[in-house]
């Protein structure tokens, strides 16, 4: 299970883009909950808006995206979403994931320092996949 930046790394190259890859490699079986389509589509906003990207590239990345995560998209209980909120310093967008970690019984990858710090048991660093 992945959270919207490691989709990012992985479409925008930078960084953390072996990273992603390398994950993707080792585990091509990413999940996400729905939310991730309009983190990434703001993400790609922004690049559209500094002109680093086209807006038909944009629209290849978010269907590319897309069809990698066909299947694997999934909604959450805003109950369970809330609690992890009350119980945390973090958004409830990124709580969204935890919670879907937990559901599925999996890991979250992701870069998100706060996401690692807040959610040891349930988060872990990219760099560690």
């Not at 989709?7 to 883009?17: N, W």
């Not at 998209?73 to 805003?78: G, L, Q, W």
């Not at 369970?80 to 970690?101: G, K, P, Q």
């Amino acid at each position: 299970m992945v959270d919207t930046n490691i989709v990012a790394y992985l479409y925008l190259p930078g960084d953390c883009t072996k990273q992603a890859e390398a994950l993707l490699e080792a585990d091509p079986e990413w999940a996400a909950p729905v939310l991730w389509r309009n983190e990434f589509r703001n993400i790609l906003a922004g690049y559209i808006r500094r002109k680093a990207i086209t807006l038909d590239q944009a629209c290849t990345l978010q269907d590319e995206a897309e069809s990698l995560l066909a299947g694997a998209e999934f909604e959450v209980e805003s109950s369970a979403v809330l609690e992890l909120v009350r119980d945390s310093h973090c958004s409830a967008y990124d709580c969204e994931f935890i919670a879907l970690a937990i559901k599925l019984g999996t890991k979250l990858f992701t870069a998100d320092k706060k996401l690692l710090q807040e959610f040891p048991t349930h988060a872990v660093a990219l760099s560690a996949g």
